[in-house]
């Protein structure tokens, strides 16, 4: 059987976003109380980069580890955030140099950047996954207007549950017995143009127009 521990902490060791897939599965708690360094500063950053209207590719490594045998607890806004969110929003506003406006053009921009900083090689959202957040393309402009942190919560909370998801068949697969693979074979993989899965072939998005 594998040790569990023993796989954690060989995980951790093998890739640097550990520290955000720690935030998200097991020590979410420290997160919550680090105030406002939470999810709701990322979506802010991410609405600051579509408000440059920047293209700059995420660089950050994609969080690979995730807890299978512990239960991991969904997350939700603190009472501080909603506040929090009143004041970036009101200083992105009208305080960024380029004065662009929060409006649906930016919430849709936000709505991908954010999907592609969890998930950028798709590797965790399925295309249904992404189909049902459509909802929220053009109302994150509006709900953080209100102060409405929930749909960013909802959207990591859906990921953080497919990850854990995909670590409990990793896990299960490997207790099955290694010697099942066979690690001669050279497989190239690349994340490049790859389409969440269950997505048709060559569709690089769930709306037209829109790259997730």
Not at 31 to 54: E, K, N, S
């Amino acid at each position: 059987m594998i040790n569990i521990d023993s796989v954690k902490v060989e995980c951790v060791k093998a890739d640097r976003g550990a520290a955000v897939v720690g935030a998200s599965l097991g020590l979410h708690k420290r997160m919550r109380a680090a105030g406002a360094i939470t999810l709701a500063t990322f979506a802010f950053t991410a609405l600051a980069d579509a408000q440059a209207d920047t293209t700059a590719a995420v660089t950050s490594p994609a969080p690979q580890v995730a807890f299978a045998t512990t239960q991991v607890d969904s997350l939700a806004p603190m009472d501080v955030h909603p506040g929090t969110s009143l004041s970036i929003v009101e200083q992105l506003r009208y305080g960024h140099f380029l004065q662009k406006p929060l409006d649906d053009s930016a919430s849709s921009a936000m709505f991908d950047k954010y999907l592609d900083s969890l998930d950028p090689a798709r590797a965790y959202f399925l295309a249904a996954d992404v189909q049902a957040m459509e909802k929220y393309r053009y109302a994150l402009d509006d709900a953080l207007k209100r102060g409405d942190l929930q749909p960013a919560f909802e959207i990591f909370n859906r990921y953080q549950a497919q990850l854990v998801e995909r670590l409990e068949f990793l896990i299960a697969e490997l207790d099955q017995g290694l010697e099942r693979m066979d690690f001669t074979l050279m497989s190239p993989w690349t994340s490049s143009g790859r389409t969440y899965p269950g997505q048709p072939a060559g569709a690089n998005s769930t709306t037209s127009g829109a790259s997730v």
